[in-house]
């Protein structure tokens, strides 16, 4: 990947905080957040004996491990994965870390009856970019067993809309995309402008929607300057299309610069599945099983209040 004289005086000022993330590649990253909850303290007061006492019973030993799992934050991680992107410039490594952080807002959404689950269109999104095809079916089955309020409305349509272009309906794509609404921000007016435009077979209006994305991304990110690096979402969106709408993904300028990431929208294509790049991580059973495998997360019933 080529690098500016200013996109080198962002990454050199990232180097200098020291972060160990940085240093980290994908397993070593989840190795190390694994190895800290053997350090938690059992202290009354702890999350886990929050939601012990408050939410669940009955877990068992590894269930509440899996809760003081604290892998990045989405914020940390994009900026990691943005990082590692650029001055590595691998893009295997970059879907793998997509892939890893969609499958922990999975996790994440299962184990907390807090979750907003109308921001699943963002997790959906990272699978959809990195080629992860059971960690977008895994969260679209969470989606629609969901029958909560929620506490975003204007979030919903959007996510129904990404479930939509996922299974390849039209019919579904229009009737979500009648719903959106005006309140949200700049970012997601962008976001909806493109899906707008795949709804009614609009090329151009896609690429304005997928441009407005790209412009306000770091806005949407509170100005950060390296998690805006490169916008996973746009990624995301555009591997759907070329499926969804040959048409709008022709019109919309692929070969551009950051934060559209040109080389890895041309590498992922020789990518299937990700899932045989996961299996090769060399994790504890614990973790491998809802990280890697997916495998259902049998957790005792809930004691929360209903809404």
Same mark, same amino acid.
């Given at each position: 990947?080529?690098?500016?004289?200013?996109?080198?005086?962002?990454?050199?000022?990232?180097?200098?905080?020291?972060?160990?993330?940085?240093?980290?590649?994908?397993?070593?990253?989840?190795?190390?957040?694994?190895?800290?909850?053997?350090?938690?303290?059992?202290?009354?007061?702890?999350?886990?004996?929050?939601?012990?006492?408050?939410?669940?019973?009955?877990?068992?030993?590894?269930?509440?491990?899996?809760?003081?799992?604290?892998?990045?934050?989405?914020?940390?991680?994009?900026?990691?994965?943005?990082?590692?992107?650029?001055?590595?410039?691998?893009?295997?490594?970059?879907?793998?870390?997509?892939?890893?952080?969609?499958? #922990? *807002?999975?996790? =994440? !959404?299962?184990?907390?009856? +807090?979750?907003?689950?109308?921001?699943?269109?963002?997790? &959906?999104?990272? $699978?959809?970019?990195?080629?992860?095809?059971?960690?977008?079916?895994?969260?679209?089955?969470?989606?629609?067993?969901?029958?909560?309020?929620?506490?975003?409305?204007?979030?919903?349509?959007?996510?129904?809309?990404?479930?939509?272009?996922?299974?390849?309906?039209? #019919? *579904?794509?229009? =009737? !979500?995309?009648?719903?959106? +609404?005006?309140?949200?921000?700049?970012?997601?007016?962008? &976001?909806?402008? $493109?899906?707008?435009?795949?709804?009614?077979?609009?090329?151009?209006?896609?690429?304005?929607?997928?441009?407005?994305?790209?412009?306000?991304?770091?806005?949407?990110?509170?100005?950060?300057?390296?998690?805006?690096?490169?916008?996973?979402?746009?990624?995301?969106?555009? *591997?759907?299309?070329?499926?969804?709408?040959?048409?709008?993904?022709?019109?919309?300028?692929?070969?551009?610069? &950051?934060?559209?990431?040109?080389?890895?929208?041309?590498?992922?294509?020789?990518?299937?599945?990700?899932?045989?790049?996961?299996?090769?991580?060399?994790?504890?059973?614990?973790?491998?099983?809802?990280?890697?495998?997916?495998?259902?997360?049998?957790?005792?019933?809930?004691?929360?209040?209903?809404?």
């Amino acid at each position: 990947m080529k690098i500016s004289k200013p996109l080198q005086k962002v990454l050199d000022e990232i180097a200098q905080s020291d972060s160990l993330w940085l240093k980290m590649n994908p397993q070593a990253l989840l190795l190390h957040q694994w190895a800290e909850t053997e350090q938690m303290p059992s202290d009354p007061f702890d999350i886990d004996v929050l939601l012990r006492q408050g939410l669940y019973s009955e877990c068992t030993e590894a269930q509440w491990r899996l809760v003081r799992f604290k892998f990045p934050d989405l914020l940390a991680l994009n900026e990691v994965a943005a990082y590692r992107r650029i001055t590595g410039d691998s893009p295997l490594e970059y879907a793998i870390l997509m892939s890893l952080s969609a499958r #922990a *807002e999975w996790i =994440a !959404a299962k184990i907390n009856w +807090r979750y907003e689950r109308e921001t699943l269109w963002g997790p &959906l999104m990272l $699978a959809s970019a990195s080629h992860d095809r059971l960690a977008t079916q895994r969260l679209v089955d969470h989606w629609k067993v969901w029958t909560d309020k929620p506490d975003n409305p204007a979030l919903v349509p959007i996510t129904e809309a990404i479930v939509a272009l996922i299974e390849n309906n039209p #019919a *579904e794509l229009s =009737a !979500a995309t009648d719903k959106f +609404r005006k309140s949200v921000g700049s970012y997601l007016k962008g &976001l909806q402008a $493109a899906l707008v435009g795949i709804a009614n077979n609009h090329p151009a209006n896609f690429s304005d929607g997928m441009q407005q994305m790209l412009k306000q991304f770091r806005g949407y990110l509170f100005n950060e300057k390296t998690s805006a690096l490169i916008n996973p979402h746009a990624q995301g969106l555009f *591997e759907l299309v070329r499926v969804f709408s040959p048409e709008c993904a022709a019109a919309f300028d692929a070969q551009q610069g &950051l934060p559209w990431d040109a080389e890895y929208s041309e590498a992922i294509r020789n990518l299937s599945d990700i899932q045989p790049e996961l299996a090769q991580l060399d994790l504890p059973e614990d973790l491998r099983k809802p990280l890697i495998s997916m495998e259902a997360l049998d957790w005792p019933p809930d004691n929360r209040p209903k809404k």
